[in-house]
Structures are given as structure tokens and as C-alpha cells.
């Protein structure tokens, strides 16, 4: 199974979830494309089964707005019946962020490959397993 993993992150959390993510969902048999959205081979990314996406809380809870929010939009129109999942790290907030998102992307007819997964701040102690477990669970 292809996935692709695409993210933003300012300070590296998200960044360690996603190498963690690549790394639970290789050792399930996938084979993983992973970028962040700077860099992104937009081909490469439309061939996989699965969009992982992954982004922290910003602003006052939304997405990164002058790289991610703008590629979420692009996507949403074309998103119906494809499978995604989503990611993030956040700091003080509650993980609103990441419940408004997965709210518009369900609306926009994405399905789920795994309930979306937040870490607060930098992942450790658990939530290393956590992010290799949510790797795994998307490629079954
Ligand atoms: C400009 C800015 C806005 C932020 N807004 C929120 C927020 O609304 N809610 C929250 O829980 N954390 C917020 N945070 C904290 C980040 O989500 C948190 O530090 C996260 O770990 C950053 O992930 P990253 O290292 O992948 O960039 C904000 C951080 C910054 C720099």
C-alpha cells in the first residue's frame, strides 16, 4: 500500500510525528512518501491510497495559514471518497484545531483511516508508541 505524508511544522513536533508515523506504517508494509509542504512532488502524492496530513495548531486554533491552509483548500473539493488521515502537535489549547479540521474534511466526503491523532508540544514517553501505532492502524 502507497501512503503520503505531507506536513507543516515550525519547530519540529509535528515533523518527529510524521518520521514516527513513516516509520509505524513502514514496519506495516507500506511504503511511504513523506514531505513537508514546502517541498511537496504533487505526482508522487496523488498516486498513494492514503493522504496523511499533518499540521499543529496555529493562530488561534486553525492551520498554518500561508502554506497549509491554502493546500487543504486546494484539496477539499476533490477529496470525496478518499482516505485520509490527520495529525498534529499543539501547545495550550484543547485540540480544537484538530476537531474543526477533521470536522471539514469529513464534510468535504473524506473517510477516516484512523480517529486523528494529537500530541501536546513534543512527542515523548507514549507518544512515540502512540504515533508508530497510528502508522500501523492507517495501513490496515
Ligand atoms: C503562532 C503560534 C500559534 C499557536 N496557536 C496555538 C493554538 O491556537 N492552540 C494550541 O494548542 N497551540 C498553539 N500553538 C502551539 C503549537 O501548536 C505547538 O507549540 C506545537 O507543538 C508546534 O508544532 P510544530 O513544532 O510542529 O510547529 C501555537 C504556536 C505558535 C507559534
Redesign the pocket.
Known amino acids: 500500500m502507497k501512503i503520503s505524508i505531507i506536513?507543516?511544522?515550525?519547530?519540529?513536533?509535528?515533523?518527529t510525528?510524521a518520521k514516527l508515523i513513516a516509520e509505524g506504517a513502514q514496519g506495516a508494509g507500506a511504503e511511504v512518501y513523506i514531505s513537508e509542504i514546502g517541498k511537496l512532488d504533487h505526482p508522487k502524492s496523488n498516486e498513494s491510497e492514503i493522504l496523511v496530513l499533518g499540521c499543529?495548531?496555529?493562530?488561534?486554533?486553525?492551520l498554518e495559514e500561508d502554506e497549509f491552509e491554502p493546500f487543504i483548500a486546494h484539496i477539499e473539493p476533490k477529496l470525496t471518497g478518499r482516505k485520509i488521515a490527520l495529525f498534529?502537535?499543539?501547545?495550550?489549547?484543547?485540540?480544537?484545531?484538530m476537531r474543526d479540521w477533521t470536522a471539514r474534511m469529513q464534510k468535504a466526503g473524506a473517510v477516516l483511516a484512523a480517529e486523528s491523532l494529537i500530541?501536546?508540544?513534543?512527542p515523548n514517553g507514549d507518544d512515540v508508541q502512540r504515533c508508530k501505532d497510528f502508522g500501523a492502524a492507517i495501513c490496515k
Do not use: I, K, L
Open positions: 506536513y507543516w511544522s515550525g519547530t519540529g513536533n509535528t515533523e510525528m499543529p495548531a496555529m493562530g488561534a486554533e486553525v498534529g502537535s499543539y501547545g495550550w489549547g484543547d485540540g480544537e484545531w500530541v501536546n508540544e513534543e
